[in-house]
C-alpha cells in the first residue's frame, strides 16, 4: 500500500467513480478489490431481484448486484461494454454490475454534501453524500452498507 497517497489524508479521500443508468455515482476506494469486464451470472433461484447471479472469481463465490434495479432505476442488460467492480463489505466480496467506471478522484471532504431533506426516503437510505465540483457536475456516493445490508452481516 503506498504510504502518502491521497486516501490517507485527512480531509480527502479517494473514491472510483461510475455510471449507472446514465447517472453518476461514487464509492471509496478502500472497498474496490478490483475491477473486470461483465462476465455472464449463473443465476440463483429465490435470490433477490438485484441480484444478477453469482461468478466465479478465482475459485470464490461472488454474488453480483445490479446497481441500477437496487436504486431503482430498473434492470440492467448486460453485454460485453458492462463492467463488474469487486468490492469487500465487512467480510463479503460483492461484484456491483455497472455500466462504465468514469475515474479514479481525490475528493476533499468540504465538497461532500448531505442529500437533500426533499429528496426520497430510498435516495437517502442508499446516497450517503452528494459531492459537487466547481464545473457544476455532481456525483453522488453510495453508502454500500445500506444498498447491501443483508450481505454485509455475517450469516450463521
Known sequence: MLQNS???????????????????????????REIRGWTPTTVLPHSQDYVKGV?????????????????GFGAT?????????????????????????????TIDDTAMRHVPDIASEVARDFISNVVTFEDGRMLRKIDLARVLPELATDRA
Open 6 to 32: 491521497a486516501h490517507d489524508t485527512p480531509g480527502r479521500r479517494d473514491v472510483v467513480s461510475f455510471r449507472v443508468a446514465e447517472q453518476d455515482f461514487c464509492i471509496d476506494i478502500g472497498v474496490v
Open 77 to 105: 442488460q448486460p453485454c460485453a461494454r458492462h463492467i463488474i467492480i469487486i468490492v469487500m463489505i465487512g467480510d463479503q466480496t460483492v461484484g456491483l454490475l455497472a455500466d462504465v467506471v468514469s475515474d479514479i478522484l
Open 55 to 71: 461468478v466465479n472469481l478465482r475459485g470464490s463465490v461472488v454474488a453480483v448486484v445490479d446497481l441500477s434495479a437496487r436504486l
